[in-house]
C-alpha cells in the first residue's frame, strides 16, 4: 500500500469525524492519534483506503475525551 491511500483513508476519516463533532478543531490532537492508528492498521493487514478510513472513522468514535 502506498502513501496515497494511508493520506486518503485519513482525510476520509477526519473529514467525517468532524462532520459529526463541529466542535472538534481542525488540529485537534486526535488527529495525530488517528494517524497513528491508521498507519498501524496498514502493517497488521492490507486494506484500501475506504476500509482503512472505516477503521479510523470507529477508532474515533472509540476514543474517550481524556485520551486526547
Not at 20 to 49: F, G, K, T
Not at 52 to 61: D, N, T
Amino acid at each position: 500500500m502506498d502513501d496515497a491511500v494511508l493520506k486518503t483513508a485519513t482525510e476520509t476519516a477526519w473529514t467525517v469525524y468532524r462532520a459529526r463533532h463541529p466542535d472538534v478543531e481542525v488540529s485537534d490532537s486526535r488527529r495525530c492519534l488517528l494517524e497513528r492508528h491508521l498507519v498501524r492498521r496498514r502493517e497488521e493487514r492490507e486494506s484500501d483506503a475506504e476500509e482503512l478510513a472505516s477503521f479510523g472513522i470507529a477508532y474515533l468514535h472509540r476514543l474517550s475525551s481524556d485520551e486526547c
